[in-house]
């Protein structure tokens, strides 16, 4: 997408920095105190600070310039999520973290996910910007090669078989990798006092998930 650039923000500085994920939840108290609640949010969506991450002023200026490229909110970029950037709860994945569909003996794409949970509501979280040499996948079991066997779309996440790899009928398709959130600034402006900064204080410099 040409909103879009497949850059990613300073990793030094966005594993150094906090935020996660948020949902948008209707609460209405009735009059027996019991509560009826709503999502209105199909999928969370991740805000980060990065400037926490923020130690020098090498990095500033590294944020700066990349704000600049970006046009503050204008293009979206890829952030690197340290709590949850894997397929597996590690950061070590294996071709077997994930299923990511089943087989119909004609269906060549399928698309990366990763599920939370898994007794009362799973949650499937579309992946669209994985690494894509980190990309592994499996059918039924048997880890297939890059390259050969199947392909990957970074930009998507996407993955497709080759003609004579085309998953069997039942066959589950499993896939390990590591991924970025697709994000953008939440601001075009950026307040920093240097003199404050090399004080210790904290630039604020707010990330926002996008759907890309």
């Known amino acids: 997408m040409v909103d879009f650039h497949e850059t990613r923000f300073p990793l030094d500085v966005s594993l150094n920095g906090r935020g996660g994920p948020e949902r948008r939840t209707d609460i209405v108290t009735l009059g027996s105190n019991r509560e009826a609640r709503n999502a209105r949010w199909a999928q969370s969506r991740r805000r980060y600070e ?87 996948i499996a059918v039924a079991g048997l880890e297939k090669t890059r390259g050969v066997d199947f392909d990957v779309d970074a930009t998507s996440g996407i993955v497709t078989f080759a003609p004579l790899a085309v998953p069997a009928i039942g066959a589950v398709i ?33 990330i926002i998930e996008i759907v890309p």
């Open 174 to 206: 499993t896939a390990g990798f590591l991924f970025d959130v697709p994000a953008r600034f939440d601001t075009d402006y950026l307040e920093i006092d240097v003199s404050s900064f090399e004080a210790g204080a904290i630039p604020k410099i707010p």
């Open 50 to 136: 990065a400037g926490y991450g923020v130690k020098s002023l090498a990095q500033l200026a590294a944020v700066i310039e990349f704000f600049e490229e970006r046009r503050g909110r204008l293009f979206g970029f890829r952030w690197r999520d340290r709590a949850d950037c894997s397929s597996a709860r590690t950061v070590a994945t294996t071709p077997l973290d994930q299923s990511v569909g089943a087989g119909d003996g004609a269906r060549a794409q399928f698309q990366l996910q990763k599920t939370y949970g898994a007794s009362f509501a799973p949650y499937a979280r579309t992946i669209t910007k994985p690494v894509a040499e980190s990309v592994r």
